[in-house]
C-alpha cells in the first residue's frame, strides 16, 4: 500500500520560506505524477504544483515564481520550496501521488480524482 508522509509545515511571517517534504513509501513506479494541493477553511481544495517522471512541473498562477517542485529519486522524496508566503498561502497543503493507470494525465483535476493521498500539513501564514 502507497503511504505519502507530509512534514515540515509551520507557522511563519509574511515573506518568509518553508520546505515541505512527502515521504513516498512503496510508490517506485518508472512513469509517475506528484504533486502538492492546498485546502483553506471554507475553500475547494486547489491544485499548487505537479510534477511528472519527464520532470515537467506545472504551478497554479498564484504560486508561480514563489514555489518550486521537485523530487529526490533516491529518497522517493517530494518536496515544495515555498518563498515569498503570503497570509493567502495559509492552509493544510497535501501531497498527492497519481494511481499508476492514470499517471499519463498528470494535470490537476486527473491527479486530484486519481491519487494517493498524505495526511497533510498545516502553513500558516501571518502578516
Known amino acids: 500500500q502507497v503511504q505519502l508522509v507530509e512534514s515540515g509545515g509551520g507557522s511563519v511571517q509574511s515573506g518568509g520560506s518553508l520546505r515541505l517534504s512527502c515521504a513516498a513509501s512503496?510508490?517506485?513506479?518508472?512513469?509517475?505524477?506528484m504533486g502538492w494541493f492546498r485546502q483553506a477553511p471554507g475553500k475547494e481544495r486547489e491544485g499548487v504544483a505537479r510534477?511528472?517522471?519527464?520532470?515537467?512541473?506545472n504551478y497554479a498562477d498564484s504560486v508561480k515564481g514563489r514555489f518550486t517542485i521537485s523530487l529526490d529519486n533516491a529518497k522517493n522524496t517530494l518536496y515544495l520550496q515555498m518563498n515569498s508566503l503570503k497570509p493567502e498561502d495559509t492552509a493544510m497543503y497535501y501531497c498527492?501521488?497519481?494511481?499508476?493507470?492514470?499517471?499519463?494525465?498528470?494535470?490537476?483535476?486527473?491527479?486530484?480524482?486519481?491519487?494517493?493521498w498524505g495526511q497533510g500539513t498545516q502553513v500558516t501564514v501571518s502578516s
Open positions: 512503496k510508490y517506485t513506479y518508472r512513469n509517475y505524477c
Open positions: 498527492a501521488a497519481s494511481h499508476p493507470y492514470y499517471t499519463a494525465y498528470c494535470d490537476f483535476t486527473s491527479l486530484s480524482r486519481n491519487a494517493f
Open positions: 510534477i511528472n517522471s519527464d520532470g515537467s512541473t
